[in-house]
């Protein structure tokens, strides 16, 4: 159980275009989705907090507008990278929290992550 | 604000040999979870352990265990007798609680272990 796909796994596209990556909780109802960033040879930073049906909480520091999260539903969360630079390429990863799960109530699955490619 | 120190950069010791990561946290809350997540070179995380702060108790799992201390805010990881396949970025991580659950889970940088053959 607690299963966190995402897709793509990787990317490349060409400076200046959108790419959307989407984070799926197969086996469960996320309530709460969170979008992490990691660059090669570093750690994981929080980017924002997305809950189902309400406007994403962003990380001080990351664009809203240049990332746009939407959390439509319990078991979909998307994130879109708009008009990527470069500087973007990095490994994003999503994780899922369901508070309904007894005795893991706050512990996040992770997807397997994806990794962006911008020319 | 929340902060996890990974002094450790890279660790490399020879198969067999014990080995401890060590984490340092530092927060205001008296509410907190902690967390060691392993990252084999594919990048997923794997999910190691979950403490929250009332529970002082250390664990064992296996050939892993974990020291939990609050009084030195540390939360420290060790493996015995290390295998070739432990190798990875182990990360340690802390989240607040939030007013509807956990926060998200703020990173140490990492700890490189290296298990030689």
């Known amino acids: 159980g607690a299963v966190v796909s995402q897709h793509p796994s990787w990317v490349i596209c060409k400076s200046g275009t959108s790419v959307k990556i989407e984070c799926r909780s197969l086996d469960f109802q996320a309530t709460t989705m969170f979008w992490y960033r990691q660059f090669p040879k570093q750690s994981l930073m929080l980017m924002a907090t997305?809950?189902?049906?309400?406007?994403?909480?962003?990380e001080q520091g990351v664009e809203k507008d240049k990332f746009l999260i939407n959390h439509a539903s319990l078991t979909l969360s998307t994130l879109t990278v708009t008009s990527a630079h470069p500087e973007d390429s990095s490994f994003y990863i999503c994780?899922?929290?369901?508070?309904?799960?007894?005795?893991?109530?706050?512990?996040?699955?992770f997807g397997p992550g994806t990794r962006l490619t911008v020319l | 604000a929340q902060k996890v120190t990974q002094a450790q950069t890279e660790i490399s010791v020879v198969e067999k040999e014990d080995v401890t990561l060590d984490c340092v946290y530092e927060?205001?809350?008296?509410?907190?979870?902690l967390f060691w997540y392993k990252q084999p070179p594919s990048g997923e995380l794997v999910f190691l352990i979950r403490r929250n702060s009332f529970d002082e108790q250390n664990e064992i799992s296996g050939r892993y265990s974990w020291n939990f201390q609050k009084s030195t805010s540390s939360f420290n990881f060790t493996i015995t007798a290390s295998q070739v396949v432990d190798s990875a970025v182990y990360f340690c991580a802390l989240s607040e609680e939030g007013g509807g659950g956990a926060d998200g889970l703020t990173f140490g940088k990492g700890t490189h272990l290296i298990i030689q053959p």
């Open positions: 927060t205001r809350d008296t509410t907190y979870y």
């Open positions: 994780s899922a929290r369901d508070p309904h799960l007894p005795g893991v109530t706050d512990t996040q699955y």
């Open positions: 997305s809950n189902e049906g309400s406007k994403a909480t962003y």
